[in-house]
């Protein structure tokens, strides 16, 4: 199941922090319901992982609409989540390596 982020940028970030599976960007210079189709072909579900500023909400729901115009089941509740629980502390992808290192740190953990 692919994770849909904003950039380049935001890939990387996921990759730093343990997630290497099927994320992809939208920022290609394709609109966005042609990239919902063409993620269609081969999906019937993917997560929405956008930035939690009013621009990555805005995208999200334009995301989830194509999504579902496409007939590919849209998952945001992670990226709910995570703004639940980073929403005083960072407002997107890219900041989540620090987030977590920070975290770790904290607590101990590996």
């Known amino acids: ?6 950039g380049k ?7 730093r922090v343990g997630i290497d ?4 960007s939208i920022g290609k210079g394709q609109s966005i319901f042609t990239f919902c189709e063409e993620l269609s072909r081969e999906h019937k579900s993917a997560v929405i992982l956008t930035d939690w500023d009013r ?7 334009t995301i989830k609409e194509a999504l579902e115009a ?14 639940l629980l980073c929403k005083k502390e960072i407002k997107d992808i890219e900041s989540l390596p620090t987030f977590v290192s ?9």
């Open 55 to 61: 621009k990555g909400g805005h995208l999200a729901r």
């Open 70 to 83: 496409n007939g590919v089941k849209p998952l945001d509740s992670i990226r709910t989540q995570l703004v």
């Open 9 to 15: 940028k935001d890939v990387a970030a996921l990759r």
């Open 102 to 110: 920070r975290l770790r740190a904290e607590t101990g953990s590996m």
């Open 21 to 24: 599976a099927n994320v992809v």
């Open 1 to 6: 199941m692919p994770v849909i982020v904003e």
